[in-house]
Nanobody, 115 residues
Framework: QVQLVESGGGLVQAGGSLRLSCAASASGSSILAMGWYRQAPGKQREFVAGLPTGGFTKYADSVKGRFTISRDNAKNTVYLQINSLKPEDTAVYFC?????????WGQGTQVTVSS
């Protein structure tokens, strides 16, 4: 089983920055990939950024150049650095992990961007 706990969300003005964190606890499971998704009110959850273990980062076109995903292997934590925030970035951001053929989700952290 994999447990994911996100943190770092908040209310910021447009143009500001946030750093989201996701701490992963995997009980004997190999995490193949970790990533971030977001869900705005009335919208479906969408992919934001991903980082396969030993692989390359991938970003949605809407966030490319502004968001950066990274991982601290010692802490088993994945981060999402969010820069140049726009009001349309407002959403609940969810951490995701792929392990043993299953997809695991954190509880989500709210990011609200004011104009």
């Amino acid at each position: 089983q994999v447990q994911l706990v996100e943190s770092g969300g908040g209310l910021v003005q447009a143009g500001g920055s946030l750093r989201l964190s996701c701490a992963a606890s995997a009980s004997g499971s190999s995490i193949l990939a970790m990533g971030w998704y977001r869900q705005a009110p009335g919208k479906q959850r969408e992919f934001v950024a991903g980082l396969p273990t030993g692989g390359f980062t991938k970003y949605a076109d809407s966030v490319k150049g502004r968001f950066t995903i990274s991982r601290d292997n010692a802490k088993n934590t994945v981060y999402l650095q969010i820069n140049s925030l726009k009001p349309e970035d407002t959403a609940v951001y969810f951490c995701n992990a792929l392990a043993r053929g299953n997809s695991y989700w954190g509880q989500g952290t709210q990011v609200t961007v004011s104009s």
